[in-house]
């Protein structure tokens, strides 16, 4: 894979026709069920004590492993050693992790080596230097970009999407911070180079880790994908 900026666009050939979906911070039983009833492409953990979100004793890896095939389970992780991302990825039946915190190239090379698919998540501001990815790049399936706030993640914030406009790389991305069904429309039609998927999360609870499934099928709806008409 490229490690040095290319001097334009990187038009990824195998990009999936409709955009990934992505539901994370999900620690309640009830709303998850709900929630992958709606067809997400994947569903996401958080393993990062700081956060709200913290799955902690409330979630049982049982409610994970009893998730549909088709959903990938994401955990997220800030700074957190590899030894322990892996041990919580065997009991959780996670096939991806997302690294939100300063996670070195490093990290992400074991991570993949373990056999475990990467997500890097970098906030975004309007200076952000996207030749520092460069190192990444041989080790991330995805990036993900979100705005920088005062938590590591799940500010609530909306970035300004422009600075993706000369996103420069190979490795597809999502697109998180603060959405909300609301930007559904505007989403939909994106024009970045490298976008495959965005990632929901504040912007769709009734409080912090519980979903409402009606405002997750809102944005659904919005991006015009169709959806289990059980759910
Ligand atoms: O949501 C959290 O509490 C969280 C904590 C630590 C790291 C990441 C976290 N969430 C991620 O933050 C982004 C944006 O979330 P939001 O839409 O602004 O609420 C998203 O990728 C979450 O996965």
Known sequence: MQTSAPSQSAAPSDLPSRLLVKVCGMREAASLTAVADLEPDFLGFIFAPSSPRYVGEVLTPDSVHGLPDRVQRVGVFVNEATAQVLATAGRFGLSFVQL???????????????????????????DFDFDALGPYVPHCDYFLFDAQG????????VFDWRVLENYPWPVPYLLAGGLRPEHAAVVRNLQLPGLVGIDLNSGLEIAPGVKDPARVAAFLDGLGRARNAAA
């Open 150 to 157: 005062p938590a590591p993640g799940g500010n609530g914030r």
């Open 100 to 126: 939100h915190g300063h996670e070195a190239p490093a990290q992400c090379a074991e991570l993949q080596a373990a056999g475990l698919r990467v997500i890097k998540a970098f906030g975004v501001g309007e």
